[in-house]
């Protein structure tokens, strides 16, 4: 392995860019991809030719940390690594930003592809362009980064590497003859890759000030250091000492440790224009430090800040409650409570507050990113924080506009006031992309078209591939339209989707009664066309998930007092045990304690029993 | 059934006298489990097995020295019942000994009742003559079916017309006293063949001057061979509605007849109720002799180590303490539940100045108190003017139903 010297600011004075190793030309890059097209495989690749790892190294993904994410074959968090690598006796320093490979986290792809020049566009070549990779190249075109196409994967037998190429240039426009082909598995292409890398990428722009300006890509939280953050230099320098300031959230912190991942972490005094890497500053909180956010010196500040920061926004929201155990002992909310802190200071994108429902009792009200925000929100919760919870279905952000003008955001159905209360209704609309098959394309027009979508393009990728756009309302897509569109396409299509904005709907809160009493965890908001058929769907559930009871059951969904379905639960006509048992007492009470527990996590409800299970029933009301 | 060993109290294998060795105990009643069958009965899921060792003698022994030890903790019995398994299935020259034994250890000045269940296959009238010289005041016969072909769906093989047989033999020798058990809801049967069955066995009754009948519907006991069946697929249960049918129907029959419904399945002409079982439903304090016997006492609940091997093993070296099972130590919320399950059961009720006594707080707010409420608003249960509370006519088929939800409603809340 070889000697890797933490390098000093770049300084004039030591010739030419690229003479020697203490003067590199340096190559800020992303690899984009859809996921699993393996991107993370070939980040491993480019490392171990470059010799920062070694190959039993390789083998394990070290770009992504977490165990979440290997499972999931995913990247959640971004991270930086600085190689050196000699090539024509130049001396370089590749970066490699890392970025999280779902829409969810589109806003941190978006600032991670800000800290580069270029970026390396991977196409799996037994898979070809999917929606993901279109929307990650849109959003490094959108940053004016230099793309290198690589076809993946060319070592297995079904690859097509040509085909794919094709695909590349007619949907994305990028030259077929200019895709370098790779395995990255086998190394092959890779030198091809990296020599591509340092002569056609871009160095770094020109400072535009003195004065120091950072970008924060990325940040984690580390339990013995407190946060770390991912910075690309931009303007001046940063050294260990320095009083800074954070430009947007106006906080000021003093730099007690900077340094470079080689993948290992490496410290360094001085951080100049166009490096990366990361900083320590005793931060004690995710929440405290927001990517995009520009760091400048505290003492002589830069006038402005770089531009393109925004406010994480919750699009999704849902609640966590501790879920009881079968011996009816529940963890409890203290136990939920703190794990959902631990979290929170691994991740400031997801927010939550303590609510307390009739139905769930005492748990939290959790915005995300997105669906797979939520997924992993929950997954992360029980493997780490060790707590099981019951997640009732999610619903997304309404904007409401009340009679007075003002314009409040709605994200939990049950605090939507009375329509003689408001003006209008709004809904969150996404733009969706969609990659399938083209023989699937009737059945998906059919699909999007149900889910109140409205068409905007399609453009054939190949003969056997479309790739199609559409706005929907976002609460379309979170119930169960991504495992519709899997199923209707065996598995082939890949979905994209990006929030353009809201609009004014004819929405309608629909609440659900059982035995005559609101279940406000059961209430929703839905489109009046589609509100009746949801609402007898849901009924429908209801009446499956809820055991008989000796009374029978009415279920009713109601729009303002209007009732639009009903149902109802036939009563249990005999629930004695006859036989006399002797004197064994504790058994025969045992057995009615049993009965009253039954094998599910029960909450009632006026004196209906009702599985916990129930409460997920508004998530799947399509059949 | 297998359980070799009883559980352990700060390392000593606990027994009996954890509740019974108090000068304040005070039982006046007494159970006796006889644990012997000569067949085990497909639906039975009391602790009984087919003796082919013939060990009845070394029970007896171990019966004599349980019942020693435990005689001081008896006030004047006013009740003995000796159950099964098969108590008629032990030689009368046992029951000489063991009818001996009772009246020497204990006092049975004031025995109101002394009941004995018999297979009707196995009285004899000599049998029926020593029970009766030995103090038994009652008997209550297993007849469940008088349909042979239900009978061998129950696997009990005895000829329905012993049933008559032996009831003639008890009558005969002097025990007035006289109950027949009958089933249910066996599965292949209509409602009109339970009619006809009922019909059959009224008529006996009437002929024999029977003052005593338990009628239940057949529950699938969880580790009998007819459950097992049940999973298997081999019966199938009959339906809902029809057993519904036929227990109202027992129901009115056996009221039409002067059989007053004082237990869910528990028919008596007016006096006649069996006094020991209401000591149970009563939760009074009773002892308990013999293999799997459950007591109760002080608040204790037991159950004796349940293998005939393990029960005269741990007999014989404690000082005639039996290995118990199944300890309960006195807890005020579990007795709470237990008046309530098993006093809902009863004709009786409960009384609600009691059951609040008992639970404490019973305002408007209280769970418990909000569940009966809605029980009585449901039609359920009634609150009588005495101040007692009860299942109201509706109420009866729900009988579990309802004390499961008033036991829950007694569990803390989060």
Known sequence: MAEIKPILALDPTLGEEGSCPENPVIRNFSIIAHIDHGKSTLSDRLLQSTNAITEREAREQILDSMDLERERGITIKASAVSVRHVHNGKHYLLNFIDTPGHVDFSYEVSRALTACEGAVLVVDSTQGVEAQTVANTYLAVNNNLEIITVINKIDLPAAEPDERAMEVEQVLGFPAEEAIFVSAKSGQG???????????????REQQTKRTRAL????????????????????????????????????????????????????????????????????????????????????????????????????????????????????????????????????????????????????????????????????RLEREGGVEVVQTAPNVTYELLKRDKELVEISNPADLPDPSLWLELREPIVRVELMINTDSVGDIMALCLSRRGEFKSQQAVSEMRQFMTWEMPLAEIIYDFYDKLKSITRGYATMDYEIIGFRKENLSKVDILINGEIVEALSFISHRDTADKRGRALLNKLKKQIDRHQFEIPLQAIIGGKIIARESIKGVRKNVTAKCYGGDVSRKRKLLEKQKKGKKKMKSIGSVNIPQEAFMAVLDTSE | ?????????????????????????????????????????????????????????????????????????????????????????????????????????????????????????????????????????????????????????????????????????????????????????????????????????????????????????????????????????????????????????????????????????????????????????????????????????RGFRWKNVPRLTDWMESVRTSDGWSSVVDLETPNAPRALAERIMTGLRLREGLDLNALQEQAGTFGAGDPLRREIDRFVQSGDLEIAADARLRLAERGWLFADGIAAALMGSLSPRP
């Open chain 1, 190 to 204: 890779i030198p091809e890759l990296l020599e591509r890398i340092c002569e056609v990428l871009p160095s770094p």
């Open chain 1, 216 to 379: 924060i890509f990325d940040s984690h939280y580390d339990d013995y250091r407190g946060v770390v953050v991912y910075i690309r230099m931009f303007d001046g320098k940063l050294s260990v000492g320095d009083k800074v300031r954070m430009m947007g959230t106006g906080r000021t912190y003093t730099v007690t440790e900077l340094g470079k991942y080689t993948p290992k972490p490496q410290k360094v005094t001085t951080l100049g224009p166009g490096e990366t890497g990361y900083l320590i500053a005793n931060i004690k909180a995710l929440a405290d430090v927001r990517v995009g956010d520009t760091i400048t010196q505290e003492l002589e500040p830069a006038e402005k800040a770089l531009p393109g920061y925004e406010e994480p926004r919750q699009m999704v929201f849902c609640d966590f409650y501790p879920a009881t155990t079968e011996d009816g002992k529940g963890q409890n909310f203290e136990d939920l409570r703190e794990a959902m802190e631990k979290l929170a200071l691994n991740d400031a994108s997801f927010t939550y507050h303590a609510v307390h429902s009739e139905a769930l009792g005492f748990g939290f009200r959790c915005g995300f990113l997105g669906l797979l925000h939520m997924d992993i929100i929950q997954e």
């Open chain 2, 1 to 297: 059934m297998n359980q070799t060993t009883g559980i352990t109290v700060g390392g000593q294998r606990a027994d009996a006298r954890i509740a019974l060795t108090s000068p304040d105990v005070d039982a006046r009643s007494l159970y006796v489990h006889v644990p012997f069958c000569f067949h085990k009965c497909h639906y039975c899921d009391f602790y009984s097995f087919v003796d082919s060792r013939d060990r009845q003698a070394e029970f007896v022994q171990a019966l004599e020295v349980e019942l020693k030890a435990m005689s001081p903790a008896a006030g004047r019995l006013q009740t003995i019942f000796v159950g099964g398994g098969t108590p008629s299935l032990l030689r009368p020259e046992l029951w000489r000994r063991l009818l001996q034994t009772l009246g020497d250890r204990f006092d049975l000045s004031q025995l109101a009742e002394f009941t004995v269940e018999c297979n009707p296959e196995t009285v004899t009238r000599e049998l029926a003559e020593v029970l009766r010289e030995g103090g038994v005041t009652r008997a209550s016969v297993g007849a469940q079916s008088f349909d042979a072909r239900h009978l061998k769906t129950l696997e009990r093989w005895h000829d329905p017309a012993n049933v008559e047989r032996s009831l003639e033999f008890l009558r005969d020798a002097g025990i007035a006293r006289r109950s027949v058990d009958l089933i249910f809801g066996i599965p292949g049967q209509t409602l009109a063949e339970w009619e006809a069955d009922l019909d059959t066995a009224l008529g006996l009754l009437d002929g024999e001057g029977i003052e005593h009948v338990s009628a239940y519907a057949l529950t699938y006991e969880q580790g009998t061979a007819m459950t097992k069946k049940l999973e298997l697929g081999r019966l199938d249960a009959i339906d809902e509605d029809t057993e519904v049918g036929m227990q109202l129907l027992t129901w009115s029959k056996l009221a039409e007849r002067g059989f007053g419904r004082y237990e869910v399945s528990n028919f008596a002409r007016a006096g006649a109720e069996c006094l020991h079982n209401l000591a149970y439903w009563r939760q009074e304090q009773w002892l308990a002799a013999g293999p799997s016997a459950s007591g109760h006492a």
